[in-house]
């Protein structure tokens, strides 16, 4: 929430804003309402994230050397439909499968899928046996997807 809203006509000395949309998930939010010369401030309040929208790489794929695990450490984040991470999502499931394999037979292995903890998906080991370039490797949690840098 941004700006001023106004409500033209309290009623009974009761003023009612019914628009009042804030879109980014944190705490310690207060909102202060002004008549004239008074001022009243509300008490601290927490916006928390809508139902989760769309995953999204935190840390990417990077190169790495065949046969080691991939460092560091690849996470996928659960997002809102305002890019908020879904911090307290601790149950989801983040899948990864090898989606663009160029050699058309690479060994690939993690452990998968990965639940979240704050949101978070992390894949540790990541391991990809045959050297080359131009894999690409897709999280899932649903129906929502990500596909990898290539």
Do not use: R, W
Not at 21 to 39: D, L, P, Q
Not at 65 to 73: E, F, I, Q
Request: proline share 3%; glycine share 8%; with cysteine.
């Amino acid at each position: 929430m941004t700006g001023v809203q106004t409500c033209a006509l309290p009623i009974s000395g009761v003023a009612t804003f019914n628009d009042i949309n804030i879109e980014t998930a944190s705490t310690g939010y207060k909102v202060t309402g002004t008549s004239g010369a008074m001022t009243v401030e509300s008490n601290a309040f927490e916006i928390l994230p809508a139902a989760a929208d769309h995953v999204a790489y935190i840390q990417n794929v990077t190169d790495a050397t065949a046969g080691v695990n991939m460092s560091p450490d690849v996470t996928i984040g659960i997002y809102d439909q305002f890019n908020n991470l879904l911090i307290y999502d601790n149950t989801s499931t983040v899948a990864l499968t090898l989606t663009t394999d160029p050699t058309g037979v690479a060994a690939f292995s993690v452990t998968s899928p990965q639940t979240a903890a704050a949101g978070v998906a992390t894949f540790n080991d990541i391991n990809i046996e045959t050297a080359s370039t131009g894999y690409k490797v897709t999280g899932t949690s649903g129906a929502m997807t990500v596909e990898s840098n290539a």
